[in-house]
């Protein structure tokens, strides 16, 4: 029995319906089970991170975990939910980030960096996902382009390497269901790195009409699109993407080479997703 968490979300989805097609038993982790709608055929076990005292019945006759962590909300439980999972499981298969290191101590990297020690260190077989930024991060322009056809956005040049849930997914599987990864941090990105303006027209493409991107600069950005976030996280998402411009994200061939086919393009992404930005 495999145990996915995040089934409800984007890669814990798509790798609960990758291990469905697989034909192996999966049960899915969920906070509130009647607002989850998965798949038949999976078994459906409350539970949360932040409590690791509720994790007792998801985690019985488990082989391995799908690890999706609700990354700082629930890094107060981290230490006992990881030595729960070490001591009924087999193995671990973590969706961290690129860009993780030992050196990251704060923010989102540090809290990947923090839970990829707590398993190294715990005596599980693991592999850790180290995916760049996700194809569904731009659901976050969906409203605009429902609204008027327009992303409001900033350094349309930026180009980045996104990657398809479903390519993580396949990796995911892959992990936990073969000895291919043990012990791996494999880099997963899109297939090519492409500017937000080119994702903006391709999801144009999708929906059949023209998306425009409208550039905002760093006092809009701040004020219209990240009002609640402090000054300095918004500044180290703006120099991330500055730095995307002049140095594209970096692109591997890892997905093709573990799964036997291209990762899918951000064109096939928001073909996928076309429903969400009409
Ligand atoms: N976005 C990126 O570009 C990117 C890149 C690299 C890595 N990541 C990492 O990917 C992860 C997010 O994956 P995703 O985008 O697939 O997730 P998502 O679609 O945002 O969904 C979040 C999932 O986590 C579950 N969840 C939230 N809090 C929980 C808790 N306390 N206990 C149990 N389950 C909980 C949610 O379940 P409910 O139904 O209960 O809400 C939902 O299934 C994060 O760790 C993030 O750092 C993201």
Redesign the pocket.
């Known amino acids: 029995m495999i145990l996915v ?9 798509s790798a609960l319906t990758s291990l469905l097609d697989k034909g192996v038993a999966v049960r899915a ?4 089970p009647r ?2 709608a998965l798949p038949s055929g999976v078994d459906v076990v409350p ?5 690791p005292a509720s994790l007792g019945p998801a985690l019985d006759g488990v082989d391995s975990v799908f690890l ?4 700082i ?2 890094d107060h439980a981290a230490p006992a939910v990881i030595a729960q999972i070490a001591q009924r499981a087999r193995r671990v298969v973590y ?4 860009g993780v290191s030992s050196a990251a101590t704060e923010g ?1 990297l540090g ?2 960096a923090m839970i990829e020690r707590l398993i190294s260190d715990a005596d599980i077989e693991w592999t850790f996902l ?5 194809a ?2 731009t659901l976050g322009w969906a409203a605009g382009i429902r609204a008027d056809g327009v992303v409001r956005w900033f350094h349309p040049a930026a180009r980045r390497s ?1 990657i398809h ?1 479903q390519d993580i997914a396949a990796v995911a599987a892959l992990a936990l269901t073969s000895d291919r990864l043990l012990g791996q941090r494999p880099v997963l990105t899109g297939p090519a790195a492409i500017s937000q303006l080119e994702q903006a027209h391709a999801i144009g493409q999708a929906i059949g009409r023209p998306v425009r991107f409208e550039e905002l600069h760093a006092d809009a950005v701040r004020r219209e699109l990240f009002p609640g976030l402090p000054t300095p996280v918004v500044d180290g998402l703006l120099a991330a993407h500055a730095a995307f411009v002049t140095r594209p994200e970096l692109v591997t061939d890892t997905v093709a080479h573990l799964v036997g086919r291209s990762a899918r393009t951000f064109a096939e992404w928001a073909t996928d997703h076309a429903s969400d930005f009409r």
Do not use: Q
Request: no cysteine.
């Open positions: 968490t995040g089934a409800t979300g984007k890669v814990g989805g982790l969920v906070r509130d607002l989850a539970g949360d991170l932040a409590d999706v962590w609700p990354t909300a629930a969706l961290s980030a690129n989102i809290s990947h180290r995916p760049t930024g996700f569904a991060n996104l849930e």
